[in-house]
């Protein structure tokens, strides 16, 4: 995509309110070499970019390098959107026990089993805020990917130490979107796919209650 074209529709968006966000691409440059990331920053803010979004899960880096990137956004003047999952490469998690203060610990060989960890989860997205993350987006993935296995309890306690101001939530499908609405209210943050914003802009201006049949109508879900 030529970046005219691109710039032409970020000054579009930003002409109807709407801000932008930059996809899962901040892990491809990481592979250029440490300057590559700053040099990546300051080029989306000459595009207009308002905000940039890091996959944690997939840029596999450690968590003092992903504050840095937090922090090297902030410097640019963007707002930074941690991404997590509830699940975590089983070489990333801290292991416990006694050792000398300061004794060497060598890394854990790298895995490729994945373990749920929603403190672990809280823990690093907390330390983001603290760093200046604007936003923490939680992945669909085992956790409310479908309606009818909706992990509430975990996202009850993330939205409970990280505040619902500070949550976004991946809601890939449309009753994901009515679930979330129902319980935590219109001003949820959700991440939607653009053939789902009406529908979504028309669930948060009507009043949910406990027995309403969809305000989508039963037709909405058979596609």
Same mark, same amino acid.
């Given at each position: 995509? !030529? ?6 529709v970020? /000054? ?18 990481? $592979? ?6 700053? %040099? ?8 207009g970019?308002?905000?940039i979004e ?7 880096? !450690? ?7 937090v922090r ?6 963007? &707002? ?9 490469? &089983?070489?990333d ?6 050792r ?5 610990? !060598?890394?854990? !060989? ?12 809280? $823990? ?8 200046g993350? %604007? ?5 669909a %993935?085992?956790?409310?990917k479908?309606? %009818?296995?909706?992990?509430?309890d ?8 990280l ?6 939530? /991946?809601a890939?499908?449309? $009753? ?5 609405? $129902?319980?935590y209210?219109? &001003?949820?943050?959700?991440?939607? /796919? ?16 406990k027995?309403?049949n ?6 909405y879900?058979?596609?």
């Amino acid at each position: 995509m !030529p970046k005219s074209f691109l710039k032409q529709v970020i /000054d579009m968006a930003h002409q109807h309110n709407v801000y932008v966000s930059t996809g899962d691409w901040a892990e491809h440059l990481i $592979r250029k070499g440490p300057s590559a990331f700053k %040099d990546y920053v300051e080029e989306c803010k000459q595009m207009g970019f308002d905000t940039i979004e890091l996959n944690v899960t997939s840029l596999e880096v !450690p968590e003092d390098t992903l504050l840095r990137y937090v922090r090297l956004i902030k410097g640019g003047g963007l &707002k930074a959107k941690p991404q997590f999952a509830v699940k975590f490469n &089983k070489s990333d998690i801290p292991i416990g026990g006694d050792r000398a203060f300061g004794a060497y610990v !060598p890394p854990p !060989p790298r895995s490729t089993e994945l373990v749920e960890d929603v403190d672990l989860l809280i $823990r690093r997205a907390e330390r983001c805020l603290e760093a200046g993350a %604007d936003m923490i987006m939680i992945d669909a %993935d085992d956790l409310c990917k479908h309606a %009818d296995s909706v992990r509430a309890d975990v996202i009850a306690k993330v939205i409970g130490r990280l505040g619902l101001e500070k949550t976004m939530f /991946d809601a890939s499908n449309a $009753r994901a979107s009515e679930w979330f609405v $129902r319980q935590y209210g219109p &001003k949820v943050n959700l991440f939607v /796919d653009h053939s789902q914003v009406m529908d979504l802009e028309c669930l948060r201006g009507c009043n949910l209650g406990k027995n309403h049949n969809s305000v989508l109508g039963s037709s909405y879900f058979l596609f």
